[in-house]
């Protein structure tokens, strides 16, 4: 079972969304329990789990495997740990990675076009009894023309009275792989290195490079990133410290990245060069490395204060030898001019 954040309105309380967003950190894409959850104003008055059946028991999440085509049934079970009738809307929806990287499900009023268009629940809501539990079936079809990859979604339940319990949602996720080809990919955008120079003519400065990671496969992914930066024929290479991996992308999803790089030379034009590991977990949690992806840009770094200091240093110069000149061409003895005798 997963808290949700509530989806955007403008009846949702900014405190309720503040606390909805942090209970979003048990809502990792493969690391998500289904233990009851806090909800809003302390704990929530209901559980969701997965139901029992030929999949297994004590699932953590759904995760499916289907051809175009295909059809598969299941279950959510609702229990009510309150003290009153529980009514519940339940509603399935498509996932999508927020920007503090972690997984949420869109809001029912949201027009679904993955998961949440292929899953139905065979009733719109439920009400529990209070001490009980109930249990809800669901099908999954798929239509024949459904496009390879991996789907990230889920069942979502809600009270079904507009604004009650402050909008809470709890779900649980379904994880969705479409037969055919599998085509992970990932891309880098928006490249650019951008320098801050020092005051020390002789010194070295920091570089910030910014770029956007985007999912262009069909496959849900991780970036294992590497960044540095160089002067001309690769000399001065400066490489950032550790950087974290970037969340688990959904097909189509993009994350904005920017690195700082300490102690880059101004050697005029540096290269800036991204390297991507693409990382693909399947469904049983084993990770493997795919080839990395490489993406370089440039950026022109005069060296300024350096040569403020030649030009400074050469108009010396210059003067010193205007100067030179002037002296010896003052030193010089006059030349008399010569006359001829008068003859008489």
Same mark, same amino acid.
């Given at each position: 079972m997963h808290?949700l954040?509530p989806?955007?309105?403008?009846?949702a309380?900014?405190l =309720?969304?503040?606390?909805? /967003?942090?209970l979003l950190?048990?809502?990792a894409?493969? &690391? +998500?329990?289904a233990? %009851?959850?806090a909800?809003a104003?302390?704990e929530a008055s209901?559980?969701?789990?997965?139901?029992?059946?030929?999949?297994?028991?004590g699932?953590?999440?759904?995760?499916?495997?289907?051809d175009p085509?295909?059809r598969?049934?299941?279950?959510l079970?609702?229990?009510?740990r309150g003290?009153?009738?529980?009514h519940?809307?339940v509603y399935a929806a498509d996932?999508?990675t927020?920007e503090?990287g972690?997984?949420?499900?869109?809001g029912?009023d =949201?027009?679904?076009?993955? /998961?949440?268009?292929w899953v139905?629940?065979d009733?719109p &809501? +439920?009400t529990?009894? %209070?001490?009980e539990?109930?249990?809800v079936?669901?099908?999954v079809?798929l239509?024949?023309?459904?496009?390879?990859g991996?789907?990230?979604?889920?069942?979502v339940?809600?009270p079904?009275?507009a604004?009650?319990?402050d909008?809470r949602r709890?779900?649980?996720r379904?994880r969705?792989?479409?037969?055919g080809?599998?085509?992970p990919?990932?891309?880098?955008e928006n490249?650019?290195?951008?320098?801050s120079?020092?005051p020390?003519p002789?010194g070295k400065?920091?570089?910030? /490079?910014?770029y956007t990671?985007?999912n262009?496969?069909n496959?849900v992914?991780?970036?294992r990133?590497?960044?540095?930066?160089?002067?001309?024929?690769?000399?001065?290479?400066?490489?950032?410290?550790?950087?974290?991996d970037?969340?688990?992308?959904?097909?189509?999803?993009?994350?904005?990245?920017?690195?700082p790089?300490?102690g880059?030379?101004p050697?005029?034009?540096?290269?800036?060069t991204?390297s991507l590991?693409?990382l693909?977990t399947?469904?049983a949690?084993?990770?493997a490395p795919?080839?990395a992806v490489?993406?370089?840009t440039?950026?022109w770094?005069?060296p300024?204060t350096?040569l403020l200091?030649?030009?400074?240093?050469c108009?010396l110069?210059?003067?010193a030898?205007?100067?030179?000149r002037r002296?010896?061409?003052?030193g010089?003895?006059g030349?008399?001019p010569?006359?001829s005798?008068a003859?008489?």
């Open positions: 808290p954040r989806p955007a309105t403008s009846a309380g900014s =309720a969304r503040a606390v909805a /967003v942090v950190a048990t809502l894409l493969l &690391d +998500v329990g233990a %009851p959850a909800a104003d302390g209901w559980t969701v789990t997965t139901a029992s059946n030929d999949f297994g028991s699932r953590r999440n759904y995760s499916y495997t289907l085509g295909g598969l049934q299941d279950g079970v609702i229990a009510n003290t009153t009738p529980l519940l809307a996932g999508f927020t503090q972690r997984l949420d499900l869109r029912r =949201a027009k679904p076009a993955g /998961v949440g268009a139905r629940t009733r &809501d +439920v529990v009894p %209070p001490g539990s109930a249990e079936p669901f099908t079809a239509p024949q023309d459904a496009a390879p991996e789907y990230m979604g889920g069942i339940t809600s079904a009275s604004g009650a319990a909008g709890l779900g649980i379904i969705l792989r479409v037969g080809e599998l085509k990919s990932l891309s880098v490249l650019h290195v951008g320098y120079g020092t020390n002789l400065g920091d570089a910030t /490079v910014t990671i985007r262009d496969g496959s992914l991780t970036a990133q590497t960044v540095s930066v160089s002067g001309p024929f690769g000399r001065w290479h400066a490489e950032a410290g550790h950087i974290d970037s969340p688990q992308l959904l097909p189509g999803d993009t994350w904005k990245v920017s690195v790089v300490r880059v030379t050697a005029l034009r540096l290269t800036g991204v590991v693409p693909l399947d469904a949690g084993s990770v795919l080839a490489e993406s370089t440039h950026a770094t005069p300024w350096l200091v030649l030009l400074v240093v108009g110069v210059v003067a030898l205007a100067a030179r002296r010896k061409a003052g010089r003895p030349r008399v010569h006359r005798a003859v008489s």
